[in-house]
Structure formats: structure tokens, C-alpha cells
């Protein structure tokens, strides 16, 4: 118990030395990094890191994936705001002793005009975002995991580039409740090379995420938590649920709150044998275009 007593206390100091540092705002680049890697997580609220269906949630959550058995590849693409889109391609093997997982996200925004400074049209470019990340994490006790996450992150913009080198650090702790989970991370570590002679820092955040799960006859309901302090933005709160009614079929919805743009998000998924089929919608204000996504996983 005193081992769980200083790693939550931990945690407490490491969000209180940057819950007061939003004037730093506009400062940190690498945005994508916090963007919905499949449908899963973005049907539920942007998360989703306990929900046994979401293959991916190591990529925000180091640790949470071992504890369940897993081994699965997982493709997805997502209409972003705009003509941007954003694809991912995630493999997950779990033993639950340990995780492994390798990862490929592309952001790209699509063609843009190229004008010079009379406003005369002289080509277009295609800007794009890119990560790949690894993971590796660990079983420490039967109700202690910890994680690590280590990336390569390029960004293109015309004839600029920049290229980072980022990392995640997470643990998962199964609190003696049955069904319940609590996980900590810290997310986007790292540093990049100068463009045009300035350095772009990445977007530190700290998560806490909460779970609980509850058996329904031969269902099963699933509600999270989420609390979300990225060094550039004010504390944002993302509440979840998945029903399982049966084996086959998942319903998802999330509210995210303290956001500028973003609310509700809803999703499904159908399993068939192997293959799980996925959707996650995520509404945005007016103005903005709401966000669709489609992701195709295979179980071996």
C-alpha cells in the first residue's frame, strides 16, 4: 500500500508544477500528438484507455494494454476538420505479463495554395505530420503495470521540416474493487531539432484516467473518467461509457468538457470472428466540419 501511497503522491506533485503554466499557450508545436488515434478512443470521448476493445490505447496510456491478453493489427482513417485526414496503423501483442506494440500515424492536411507576396498563384504544397512509436511495458505485481513509449515524430510544411524525438511514461494500478482501474501518464516528452532557427517543444501533458466496469446478465458496462492537463491548455475533463450487450456489438459515447470546439462523440463496433469493424463521431461547433472515422482490426 505505501508503494501505491507515493506513486499517487508523485502524480499529485507532478500536476501541480504545471497546472498553472497556460500563459504559455501558442507556444508548443507537434499538436497531432493529442489527436484520437482510432475511432475507439475518439468515439469515447478521445480516450477510451481501459476499454478492452481499444487495441490502441498504449499510445496514450503506456502501461493500460497488458493488462488483458491481445494480439491484434489495427488500420484506421479519420475525415479530420477541413480536407485534412489522419490514418493510423497500430499492432498490439499482449501476454500480460508484458506489452509490445509498434505504431504509424500520418496527418495530412491536404493540398494548399502556394502564392507569392503579390498574391499570385504559384504552386501548391501537402503539408503532412507523421509519428512512429514504439512500446514496451511490464507486469510488476498482479495489480501494478508500468509503461514506456518511445517515437519519432516529422512534421513537413513546404520546404520547412522538423523532426522530435518523443516519449511516454504510464502505470496502471488495479485498485482492490473488482472491475476498476486507475492509470497515470505523462505524455509527449522529448525534444526537436531548430527550424529556421527555432526549437518547437512538444506538448507535455498528464493524464489520470478512472475506470469501473459492471457485469449486466451476459452484458457488460463500462464508465471512465478522464482529467487532462497539457502544459499549453487549461485542465479538460473527458467522461465515457462502452456497453457490450453482447459478444458481438459495442455502443460508445463521451462528453469532453472545457474544450474550444469539441462536445459530444458517439461510436459502435461489430465484431465477426476475428475482424471488429469500427465508427466514432465526434461533433464540433459551428463552423467546423464534424469529424468521421473508420477502423478495421484483425485478432490473431
Given at each position: 500500500m505505501k508503494k501505491y501511497i507515493i506513486t499517487l503522491l508523485i502524480a499529485v506533485l507532478a500536476w501541480t508544477l504545471i497546472a498553472n503554466v497556460h500563459s504559455e499557450a501558442g507556444r508548443y508545436g507537434y499538436q497531432f500528438l493529442n489527436i484520437p488515434v482510432n475511432p475507439v478512443s475518439m468515439a469515447l470521448a478521445g480516450r477510451g484507455i481501459h476499454y478492452d476493445s481499444n487495441h490502441s490505447a498504449w499510445f496514450w496510456q503506456p502501461a493500460s494494454a497488458t493488462v488483458e491478453r491481445n494480439k491484434s493489427l489495427t488500420?484506421?482513417?479519420?475525415?479530420?476538420?477541413?480536407?485534412?485526414?489522419?490514418?493510423?496503423?497500430?499492432?498490439?501483442?499482449s501476454t500480460?505479463?508484458?506489452?509490445?506494440?509498434?505504431?504509424?500515424?500520418?496527418?495530412?492536411?491536404?493540398?494548399?495554395?502556394?502564392?507569392?507576396?503579390t498574391?499570385?498563384?504559384i504552386g501548391h504544397y501537402n503539408?503532412?505530420?507523421?509519428?512512429?512509436?514504439?512500446?514496451?511495458a511490464l507486469r510488476l505485481s498482479p495489480n501494478l503495470y508500468l509503461g514506456a513509449n518511445l517515437g519519432v515524430v516529422y512534421q513537413k510544411l513546404d520546404t520547412a521540416?522538423?523532426?522530435?524525438?518523443?516519449?511516454?511514461?504510464?502505470?496502471?494500478?488495479?485498485?482492490?474493487?473488482?472491475?476498476?482501474?486507475?492509470?497515470?501518464?505523462?505524455?509527449?516528452?522529448?525534444?526537436?531539432n531548430k527550424t529556421d532557427e527555432k526549437r518547437e517543444k512538444l506538448p507535455i501533458s498528464l493524464d489520470l484516467d478512472l475506470y469501473e466496469g459492471i457485469t449486466l446478465g451476459r452484458g457488460e458496462l463500462g464508465m471512465e473518467a478522464s482529467f487532462i492537463k497539457a502544459v499549453d491548455e487549461d485542465l479538460r475533463i473527458a467522461l465515457s461509457t462502452e456497453l457490450k450487450p453482447m459478444q458481438s456489438l459495442y455502443l460508445r459515447a463521451g462528453y469532453k468538457f472545457n474544450t474550444d470546439a469539441e462536445s459530444?462523440?458517439?461510436?459502435?463496433?461489430?465484431?465477426?470472428?476475428?475482424?471488429?469493424?469500427?465508427?466514432?463521431?465526434?461533433?464540433?461547433?459551428?463552423?467546423?466540419?464534424d469529424v468521421h472515422s473508420f477502423g478495421l482490426s484483425y485478432q490473431f
Open positions: 488500420a484506421s482513417h479519420s475525415t479530420w476538420i477541413g480536407d485534412t485526414a489522419y490514418s493510423s496503423l497500430v499492432y498490439s501483442y500480460r505479463s508484458s506489452h509490445f506494440g509498434l505504431g504509424l500515424i500520418n496527418l495530412s492536411y491536404g493540398e494548399i495554395e502556394k502564392r507569392d507576396e498574391g499570385l498563384l503539408p503532412s505530420d507523421t509519428n512512429i512509436r514504439g512500446n514496451y521540416s522538423s523532426l522530435a524525438l518523443s516519449s511516454d511514461l504510464g502505470s496502471t494500478w488495479l485498485p482492490p474493487l473488482a472491475g476498476s482501474r486507475m492509470s497515470f501518464a505523462v505524455r509527449n516528452l522529448g525534444i526537436s459530444f462523440t458517439a461510436g459502435m463496433g461489430l465484431k465477426l470472428f476475428r475482424i471488429a469493424i469500427d465508427y466514432g463521431y465526434v461533433a464540433f461547433s459551428e463552423g467546423l466540419s
